[in-house]
């Protein structure tokens, strides 16, 4: 507020300047004032510019100028162009510095390291760029994109309000997951609302700045060298790549390739340096491999120039946990240990004993089997009043796999197949110049691998070719192949049906079990689950398991004369090994994995159909549990699975996980627009292809929205579940409405009244629906208790020392008997009685 007394003395300054002899205006006044060298004016606007003296009385002044000048038309074009000089004369002061990283903003592409596309570096760079380097022009455009506050959600675009709508869904349910690498749901951490809207503003006002910095020195190319990279991994196409360099959002195409170069050969470089010899680790770092076929499709064919298909051979590299190295006896885990243990072999005698279940096992199955009871219960039926006291839906942990992210590198692509034993020497001829070892290096030293039984089967057949031989480089004495486990999982139920069909139909029936159980079968229940005690609700999963679970329950509907009792509770028992295996490797539990194991070794001997895996499966489950050292035995079983994500509950197998990598390189090549030349995917693809992923997602996580994969959980629908409780009652598959057993007849007899003396009438209405009659039902097979008496008589009449489960184990000319594998399943085996 200005005074009068100040009014006045403003007055009669302005007439002593207007008096003569010097007349001056009071604008010529303060030019003067401010701009003289005179020492005695400078002293009197010494204060001016010092912060805390006179600054900001000092900068009051401009509004007040600035306010004057716009009062007109002419005044607001001035002022306008006098900031413009201003801002502009500031912006050329502000670059980034020059000369190369660290010390300058210039990343060569001959020169850069995986290192510099992390979201870590990303963030850093954008700091020292909005803070360090160009702060005026990053405060100026955010200053203009805030002035105008937040956006009304009206005036956002479609796109922007569908993800936003996706983020409220999910996070619906719950806390946001972490990608395991397998497929399943993932979210990546998303802002909403003005965050959102402030995260943009500065994702935009960074960018720019970034622009600026590459348009004003083409070296100050941070951004532009990661976009040209992510660009490439997208799929963008060379010619719009060239527009985006032309606007200074990214470098050129051939800039990415040289890029992906530069870090192929540190990828290759980093080969050499794990799979040297180290000495704080006796065994070499796990490598997995699986065959990769890939079409090389030529548009225009001419004489040389044709479409072909690439067979070749894909892997990576699996360094060891160090913790668990550091736990284990190192003794146990030389090569000499493991051919010590093979050497045994001639005094050790496989029985079926060794497949069966422990104490610990049996109760391990009868936890499995109450898990999945009561999770079908919790998830579809009833809720407990107290959870803390209900059966757990997981059961109880036997062997725990850490989930501690592993360290991986991938190998180089070989145009080598493995579907030979010929083509098996040449992988292995390829891995050996990519380790960098000598072959007294590589072959002196236990090396564990991974692979299908088609790849282990080639291994073998190269093995046996070559034998006998001294050489470690033509014996291959110390590899040990182990089946993948994910392989083995997808093989072992191909006689019964797909997994996710069976883990459907083992929660349909456990479903229809415990409405019988719970005796509402026949009443229409709401969707909304009820409450129950937490003691009636133990007691229907314990009811549900003794009555249709158990191996009594088995024994005594194999008993019966209806068959439709005994053959739903074999399926439970067979689907249920099977979700078991699905779930102990998602949970990483090696333990209750193992006991899956040793059960599908004695079905695998019922099954016709599975020749190679009735001795491979048993031959490995032996290795891990009886014949190697305990050291290697827990090191081999530990590595079997592992957690991408470093996430507990997020396992996968690691002929799983090289399956994703699998169909990760043939989409992120087949989306390059470069055509499908071989020789990029091995040299830049193959090494790269984790580096690719990562910037292909990338581009969802900076524009602050979900990244969504594809869900595998199998949920069944209410209506679902209501047309197999209709079907499950309408065909009796519990024979729930079979006639009582008869007591003073033989089963012979029985069966003979029923059939051939006394033939049933059929109904009509049953023969019009197409409803077998109970005579008309065969029986199934418990494959568990005909596997387990084809192993007994096969140990009785042929193979006494069952050497067809030791053949490959060790070298033929230490004494091992080999047999052929056309002979495994020549016989049928005989049936047993007891259900273990």
Request: proline letters at 5%; hydrophobic letters at 35%.
């Amino acid at each position: 507020m200005v005074q009068p007394s100040e009014n006045e003395k403003v007055l009669e300054i302005c007439k002593l300047l207007n008096k003569k002899p010097v007349k001056m205006t009071p604008k010529r006044f303060m030019e003067i004032f401010l701009a003289s060298e005179d020492s005695d004016i400078a002293y009197l606007r010494r204060l001016w510019s010092v912060e805390k003296s006179g600054l900001k009385s000092t900068l009051r002044l401009l509004p007040l100028i600035r306010d004057e000048v716009l009062r007109t038309e002419g005044g607001q074009d001035a002022w306008s162009a006098f900031i413009q000089r201003e801002a502009v004369d500031i912006l050329v002061t502000e670059e980034p510095p020059r000369g190369a990283y660290p010390r300058g903003s210039f990343h060569s592409s001959l020169s850069v390291q995986a290192s510099f596309f992390t979201r870590e570096s990303q963030q850093l760079q954008d700091t020292a760029m909005t803070t360090d380097h160009m702060p005026f022009l990053y405060g100026l455009i955010m200053g203009m994109l805030q002035k105008r506050g937040p956006a009304n959600e009206s005036l956002q675009d479609e796109d922007a309000q569908e993800a936003a709508h996706v983020r409220e869904e999910l996070s619906a349910d719950g806390d946001h997951p972490v990608s395991d690498g397998s497929g399943e749901l993932a979210l990546a951490p998303s802002l909403t609302g003005s965050n959102a809207l402030a995260d943009r503003f500065g994702q935009i006002a960074t960018t720019i700045c970034s622009i600026v910095a590459f348009a004003h020195n083409r070296r100050a190319n941070f951004l532009q060298l990661n976009n040209a990279v992510r660009l490439y991994a997208c799929g963008v196409s060379e010619r719009v790549q060239e527009y985006l360099n032309h606007l200074g959002l990214c470098s050129s195409r051939k800039t990415a390739m040289s890029s992906l170069k530069t870090l192929a050969k540190e990828g290759a470089a980093e080969i050499r340096n794990v799979m040297a010899v180290q000495s704080d680790c006796p065994i070499a770092p796990t490598i997995c491999i699986d065959n990769i076929d890939i079409e090389e499709r030529v548009h225009d064919i001419s004489v040389g120039n044709r479409s072909r298909t690439f067979r070749g051979t894909w892997g990576y590299i699996h360094v060891p946990n160090q913790a668990l190295i550091q736990s284990l006896n190192w003794e146990e885990l030389t090569l000499a240990a493991y051919q010590k243990s093979l050497a045994n072999l001639k005094e050790f005698t496989i029985e079926p004993v060794h497949f069966m279940p422990t104490c610990e096992a049996k109760t391990s199955e009868m936890d499995v089997f109450k898990s999945q009871i009561a999770g079908v219960l919790l998830k579809y039926l009833a809720i407990p009043t107290n959870k803390s006291h209900s059966i757990p839906t997981d059961p109880p942990t036997l062997d725990q796999i850490s989930h501690e992210k592993p360290t991986i590198h991938m190998l180089k692509m070989m145009d080598a197949s493995d579907n030979s034993a010929e083509g098996i020497g040449q992988v292995f001829s390829s891995i050996l110049q990519q380790s960098g070892l000598s072959a007294k290096d590589f072959y002196g030293r236990l090396q564990p691998m991974d692979g299908d039984l088609a790849t282990i089967q080639n291994f073998n057949s190269l093995k046996s070719q070559r034998a006998p031989s001294p050489y470690g480089q033509d014996s291959l004495h110390n590899v040990i192949f182990q089946l993948g486990a994910s392989h083995t999982m997808w093989n072992m139920p191909q006689p019964f049906s797909p997994i996710t069909l069976m883990e459907k139909v083992l929660e349909a029936t456990l479903y229809y079990c415990l409405r019988v159980t719970m005796k509402n079968e026949n009443e229409v229940l709401s969707e909304e689950r009820v409450t129950l005690p937490t003691t009636r609700w133990n007691s229907i999963v314990n009811e549900c398991y003794e009555r249709f679970c158990s191996p009594q329950a088995r024994r005594v509907a194999a008993e019966a004369d209806c068959p439709k009792l005994s053959n739903t509770l074999i399926q439970l028992h067979d689907f249920s090994s099977v979700v078991e295996a699905k779930r102990s490797m998602k949970a990483g539990d090696i333990g209750r994995l193992m006991n899956v194991w040793k059960k599908w070794c004695l079905m695998s001997q019922g099954l016709t159909s599975l020749t190679n895996y009735s001795s491979y499966l048993p031959r490995m489950v032996l290795l891990l549990t009886k014949i190697l050292p305990p050291a290697l035995q827990k090191y081999l079983c530990h590595n079997l699975l592992m957690s991408p994500s470093g996430q507990p509950n997020h396992f996968v197998a690691k002929d799983e996980w090289l399956e994703l990598q699998n169909y990760w390189i043939k989409f992120l090549f087949n989306q390059t627009g470069n055509g499908t030349k071989i020789e990029r995917l091995r040299e830049i693809f193959s090494l790269n292809i984790t580096l690719l992923q990562r910037m292909f997602q990338s581009l969802k996580i900076d524009c602050g929205t979900a990244v969504v994969h594809q869900s595998h959980k199998n949920n069944i629908t209410s209506r679902s579940l209501g047309m197999f409780m209709q079907m499950a009652t309408n065909r009796d598959i519990l024979a729930l409405k079979a006639p009582p057993k008869e007591k003073d007849k033989s089963k012979t007899q029985r069966a003979t009244n029923r059939i051939i003396l006394n033939p049933p009438k059929k109904n009509t209405n049953e023969k019009k629906a197409g409803i077998k009659q109970t005579s008309d039902i065969k029986k199934i097979d418990n494959t568990y208790l005909t596997g387990l008496a084809k192993m007994k008589m096969i140990i009785r009449t042929k193979d006494p020392e069952l050497n067809r489960i030791k053949k490959h184990m060790v070298s033929e000319n230490q004494g091992i008997l080999t047999l052929p594998e056309e002979a495994e399943d020549s016989d049928q085996g005989e049936t047993s009685s007891v259900d273990m």
